[in-house]
């Protein structure tokens, strides 16, 4: 069973407000973008088909030649306004019969996490999503911060990517009659508005996204670490 991988890289990273869209800042001599492709080629069980990279538009170019012979087939597009749009584009390029969507911006993934995704794909489920149990109180507030309710947090996950799909389950999920993005902040989340079943398997910290400053601090301290 073959996969395909769509890297989302085309945001711009307003919240981290580096010089650069976020994917092409370098952290330990290598930008994010690199070291996630790094990354999903160090699954060596991944039958990989393709990667497809999914940038703004003025970087295909130097994308392409950056990823030309990383030893698998890349494809460079170019990305949309939102994150929904852009892995939408990614789409029309994937091939096999599983496709993951991985965040760029989620370089230190590690391996067990790809794997154990794809081995929920393999074993019949239609939507993978990785998962970290909350370890913070969580509370809802009004409009004034004031507290209405403490939420039982043993019940939630807070979710990573990589998300697995059987290829048709994404296809339905971004079907042009879904209900559109909406408040779906992921793409797990449109596949479950299309009313198809999803499960958590465990994520790992160090699949942490690099959002703000302080991510990208730990990013290039986690970069010393690993050479
Ligand atoms: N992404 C994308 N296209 C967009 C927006 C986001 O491909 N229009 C990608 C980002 O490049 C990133 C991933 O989706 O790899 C997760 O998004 P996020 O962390 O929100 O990145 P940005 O949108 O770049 O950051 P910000 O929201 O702070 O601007
Ligand atoms: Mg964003």
Known sequence: MTTSVIIPAAGSGVRLGENRPKAFVDVGGASILARTVASILAVDDLELDRIVVVVPAEMIGPVREELAGVGCEVVVV??????????????????????????????????????????????????????????????????????????????????????????????????????????????AGLAERAGLPVLVVDGDPDAFKITTPWDLRLARDFAKGRA
């Open 78 to 187: 170019a990305g949309g306004a939102e994150r929904s749009d852009s892995v939408r584009a990614g789409l029309q390029h994937v091939t096999g019969e599983f496709v993951l969507v991985h965040d760029a911006a989620r370089p230190f993934t590690p391996v067990p996490v790809f794997r154990r995704v794809v081995a929920a794909l393999r074993a019949g489920n239609p939507v993978v999503v990785p998962g970290l149990p909350v370890v913070d109180t969580l509370k809802r507030v009004d409009a004034q911060d004031r507290v209405d309710e403490t939420v039982d947090r043993a019940v939630l996950r807070a979710i990573q990517t990589p998300q697995g799909f059987h290829a048709d389950a994404l296809v339905a999920a971004y079907a042009p009659d879904s209900d559109g993005p909406g408040t779906a902040t992921d793409d």
